[in-house]
């Protein structure tokens, strides 16, 4: 559960930016992400083959995923904001990683 908990504390320390109405026209027409992290429970399993399948149009969208992390160079805000933005984004992969590490039967996948 610390482990949980932890997760959830370090997503919670940033928002995913707010896209103007250009860019999210440019985006319409794009199906959603496939998650940067998958966790199965079992070779095969119904999470696995839900994701094979989504993966299989991959490739007829925008590289995925996607976090758009709008900065304007000249402006030192904005490029604060958006490396505070990254960081979150990597600390929240890592913090998920030591989760599914944790998980039952992941010996066989986790080195």
Known sequence: MEVVL???CVSAQANRPQLGENIGQQLSDCN????CLLAIFAEADSVSAAFDEDAQGML???PEPNLIIPLHPADSE???????????????????????DLMPGNDKWVK
């Open 32 to 35: 959603p992400p496939l998650p």
């Open 78 to 100: 904005t490029v604060r904001d958006a490396f505070h933005v990254f960081g979150v984004a990597c600390e929240t992969i890592a913090a998920a990683s030591r989760l599914i």
């Open 6 to 8: 932890s997760l959830d």
């Open 60 to 62: 007829e969208v925008t």
